[in-house]
């Protein structure tokens, strides 16, 4: 009898011990802005975000910006009305001024700038997608990388390029006065100067270094402020989902990136990202690197397939990646 009850007892144990059916994704596809990433339509819903409200928010003319001082000589120029929440920094030196991107090119960026200093600028982009040059051709002097890629980008585009990004469900605040949609484009510029990896940029006071972190797009940029334990990571991590599925992205490339950063960790504070909320802690660059590291591995288990991607979700952050 007692035999009979081990022996069931050890079935029993056993059927409980096999491993459990995955759970089948959640699937979350959207009707307005789609391809990036789950639950975006109506986006506007969440903000104003909190985040802004630790730093001093600055006065200037341009009603489509909202400026704020985010650290020493740094000011974070934000777009809230289109669903890129894109934000360009002005990081003011001593011997001149450098913007780190230049927003949509709906409003007038130069207008903002010409407002917060008297110094000579200097434009770099975090990568050429139409969300960081679009102010680009207002500016004299612009530095970029020698890629092909760059090179192309800088050559503009056509209105039909860039229109889906005025489309119901991207932008919810009233577009500036003289603006035409239907004349949206990213405009030429010309590169003045190219950059490459580690060098660096002393703007007088601030010395800024040049670091190649591709995946996101071809030429993405961060820059190193090592001086002041401070990383600026363009589109490369803040805290939304993550674009490796989009043209000209690759999830090898990132995942390169991404391991960079988190060797970075413990030799900065705090970085400074360009989407959605300004200032993050130096953590999330260990959590980027984690990231990659669990989706290549499998390890990583909280999927959503939205709108035909898998999207991986992580603490404050997700990335997306082909399905």
Known sequence: MLRSILVALMLFLCACSEPLEPAAPVVADNEQVQNRGAGKDNWWDSLPRPEWGAYQKIDQSEGWFEVYLVDDGIYAIYEPGQFEEVMSFLLVGEDFALMFDTGLGIGNIRRVVDQLTDLDVVVLNSH???????????????????????????????????????????????????????????HAFEIDK???????????????????????????????????????????????????????????????????LAGLAGEIDRALTSHNVPVVD??????????????????????TISDGNREYQFDGFSVIVKD
């Open 194 to 260: 190219f950059i490459y990896e580690g060098d660096q940029i002393d703007i007088g006071g601030r010395v800024l270094e040049i670091l190649f972190t591709p995946g996101h797009a071809p030429d993405s940029i961060c820059l190193l402020d090592r001086e002041n334990r401070l990383l600026l990571t363009g589109d490369t991590f803040y805290l939304a989902p993550l674009y490796t599925h989009i043209e000209g992205s690759s999830f090898e490339d990132y995942s390169r990136s991404a391991a960079r």
């Open 128 to 186: 050429t997608h139409y969300d960081h040059i679009g102010g680009n051709y207002l500016f004299d002097t612009i530095y970029g990388t020698s890629l092909d890629y760059t090179k192309s980008r800088s050559m503009g585009s056509s209105p039909d390029a860039v229109a889906g990004f005025l489309q119901e469900g991207w932008v919810w605040k009233p577009l500036p006065d003289g603006f035409s949609p239907d004349q949206y484009r990213s």
């Open 282 to 303: 130096s953590a999330y660059m260990t959590a980027l690197g984690k990231a990659f590291a669990d989706i290549e591995s499998g390890a990583a288990g909280d999927v």
